[in-house]
């Protein structure tokens, strides 16, 4: 990066702007699982958009298709008129994902981003039921605006909202006290007893694994409580699959392992496939009672993410593609393990799966460290956790094997580094 880059920047670019300061380059090309500097240095992305790119960048196939719409003059800007390219998506989205799964929605296009298709979801559910409160959970994420924000964990997010987050109740996570504590035994009790101060909600809203709160994975069985404490309470349960979602945790969606059906699915990040903006409200039938444009946006219709997102369905019509997901998922879990063994002086935890996994430290600063040290060596991965305590791999899930196994020696390499720096006097036990 240049002087004069890096003035622009500071000089012109508000000062709300993290990820420059978290990865200071300047980055003029990517392709599949690399990106490259304006030196023509060479990174591995184990970030992907923070899983907006789960096939990695410029896919081919569905370059090909995008570019090909903009030579012809498709339509790139529609609101949701009817067009040929919102269509096709709809009907290989039936076809390739919801029929298989037996699952029936209807499917909203809100705004573009995860926040918007939380907002529509929230808004939606109250609208229904005719009940004000929503339930979350501890350490949950789920957008920066008003309505999303509310439902959010983070305590410094939600101070930038500078107003009262009301209208929601927030309940402790699977094993966020210990795992001793049924926390739905807790939940309940909350809604069985009139002097609680809790009112029966209008939706809980949980995301299976939670990505921005320190990649915690909720167990199935305690998904499968939740699902039920809905139905028992006439409670709409909505699963926040923006990060989680389109493959991230080794199914297409996050909750097929625990054999739910939610009433209200949030879906954005990679389900346009190419990194472009794309975000969809999966509804019930019977639920679908919206007016006409009773909730809208002028981006609810972006036809250049329904050309990728519809070749990026592709992938999903051969199972062998899903399978593949699944076995590096299990690469991934063996190798962390083995540098929690390997390097005890992060006293480290698993978290997460599926490709959306990482290592917590109990070190102040540990997992920070290894991120910058890893960058220092040309991989970018980020932290996650109320303290940055947990450093993620991200990596696309079309990654192959050189690649993870590339991605793996560079993170080995800035773990033993960081196990280094901040305990000098003590010998690793890979010394």
């Known amino acids: 990066m240049t002087a004069n880059d890096l003035s622009t920047i500071n000089e012109l670019e508000s000062c709300v702007r993290s990820y420059v300061r978290s990865f200071p380059a ?85 705004g573009p981003t995860g926040t918007n298709t939380v907002e529509s979801a929230l808004k939606l559910a109250r609208k229904v039921t005719g009940r004000t409160d929503i339930i979350s959970f501890t350490n949950g994420f789920h957008g920066m605006t008003i309505g999303a924000l509310s439902v959010t964990g983070n305590s410094m997010k939600r101070k930038g909202a500078g107003i009262p987050l009301s209208h929601t109740v927030t309940m402790p996570y699977d094993n966020f006290v210990s795992e001793d504590l049924d926390t ?24 299976t694994v ?29 699963i926040d699959d923006v990060q989680a979602g389109v493959g991230r945790t080794g199914t297409f969606f996050s909750f097929e392992p625990a054999g739910i059906k939610p009433d ?35 981006f609810r219709g972006n036809n250049h993410a329904f050309i990728t997102a519809t070749e990026a369905l592709t992938y999903w019509e051969d199972p062998a593609f899903e399978k593949s997901v699944q076995d590096k998922s299990v690469t991934i879990t063996k190798f962390l393990e083995n540098m929690i063994e390997k390097y005890p002086e992060m006293k480290g935890h698993l978290k997460g799966r599926g490709f959306m996994q990482g290592i917590s430290s109990d070190v102040d600063g540990f997992s920070d460290k290894v991120a910058k040290n890893a960058f220092k060596r040309a991989l970018i991965m980020e932290t996650a956790g109320g303290h940055d305590e947990v450093f993620k791999l991200f990596p696309p899930i079309n990654i192959d094997e050189q690649g993870l196994e590339q991605g793996f020696k560079v993170i080995e390499d800035s773990i033993k580094a960081t196990v280094q720096e901040m305990f000098p006097t003590k010998e690793t036990v890979s010394n």
Not at 189 to 203: K, Q
């Open 26 to 110: 300047v980055f003029t090309k990517a392709r599949g699982y690399k990106m490259w500097d304006e030196n023509g240095k060479e990174y591995l992305d184990f970030f992907a958009g923070a899983g907006s790119l789960n096939y990695g960048h410029n896919e081919p196939n569905m370059k090909k298709k995008l570019v090909e719409y903009i030579l012809d003059d498709g339509i790139t800007h529609s609101l949701d008129k009817a067009t040929t390219a919102k269509i096709d998506f709809l009907n290989k989205f039936n076809n390739v994902i919801l029929k298989p799964r037996d699952l029936e929605y209807r499917i909203m296009f809100p």
């Open 184 to 207: 739905l035994e807790y939940l309940e009790r909350f809604l069985e007893d009139n002097g609680s101060g809790v009112s029966i909600p209008a939706a809980i809203i949980l995301e």
């Open 210 to 238: 939670q990505g921005e709160g320190g990649i915690n994975a909720a167990r199935f069985e305690w998904i499968k409580k939740v699902d039920e404490i809905c139905k028992r309470w006439g409670i709409l349960l909505i």
């Open 264 to 298: 209200i699915v949030c879906l954005s990040k990679s389900i346009g496939g190419y990194g472009l903006p794309l975000a969809l409200t999966l509804i019930r039938p019977d639920l679908d009672q919206w007016k006409p444009g009773e909730h809208n946006g002028t």
